[in-house]
T-cell receptor, first 117, second 117 residues
């Protein structure tokens, strides 16, 4: 069955530390799409990145980087030199199997990141 | 600032009340979504509209009634709710999923936090 697993429930770091959020996915689809969203205390889910299964290039955006490894079915997210503003809940998600062209997403349970000053 | 606007941000209602949640987007998206999120849990899909027609209903109880008056607006009518319906209700939109370009990238509002007494 399709599944997205974020094993880390909560992570606490001190500002300027690097932190990696883990995501492991399961799917029977050969073409699939993975996402990361950030949910700050305000409640809004902020889209961070989409990765297609046929594009294994890792991506860097400022202090954020993503490591997509099909061999281990992982799509990990690293924040370099963390800041207090990075404190949020982070969700890894995958487009639902058999969803056709709908936007239905399967979310992981989320990782709460606390960055202390 | 989010391009998906939800009102009200907070709502408290009794079990016999009738209220509505509203969502508006001006990104030209033709797919709109309602998600429900309980505390410390990931969002769960409730409804999907495509081109103002209901496309997905995830077996949601009839006390929740969605409405899509036009491509920019999405409402969720609430009636005879239960205390367990208290949650954050998130609206989202995406490009039409009739276009091949849509790979499930959703844009969320800040949500309406509902408390049922």
């Amino acid at each position: 069955a399709q599944k997205v697993t974020q094993a880390q429930t909560e992570i606490s770091v001190v500002e300027k530390e690097d932190v990696t959020l883990d995501c492991v996915y399961e799917t029977r689809d050969t073409t699939y799409y993975l996402f990361w969203y950030k949910q700050p205390p305000s409640g809004e889910l902020v889209f961070l990145i989409r990765r297609n299964s046929f594009d294994e290039q890792n991506e860097i955006s400022g202090r954020y980087s993503w490591n997509f490894q099909k061999s281990t079915s992982s799509f990990n997210f690293t924040i370099t030199a963390s800041q207090v503003v990075d404190s949020a809940v982070y969700f890894c998600a995958q487009r639902a199997e058999g969803s056709g062209n709908t936007g239905k997403l399967i979310f992981g349970q989320g990782t709460t990141l606390q960055v202390k000053p | 600032d989010t391009e998906v606007t939800q009102t009200p941000k907070h709502l408290v209602m009794g079990m016999t009340n009738k209220k509505s949640l509203k969502c508006e987007q001006h990104m030209g998206h033709r797919a709109m979504y309602w998600y429900k999120q309980k505390a410390k849990k990931p969002p769960e899909l409730m409804f999907v509209y495509s081109y103002e027609k209901l496309s997905i209903n995830e077996s949601v109880p009839s006390r929740f009634s969605p409405e899509c008056p036009n491509s920019s607006l999405l409402n969720l009518h609430l009636h005879a709710l239960q205390p367990e319906d208290s949650a954050l209700y998130l609206c989202a939109s995406s490009q039409s999923f009739k276009l091949n370009a849509n790979t499930g990238e959703l844009f969320f509002g800040e949500g309406s936090r509902l408390t049922v007494l």
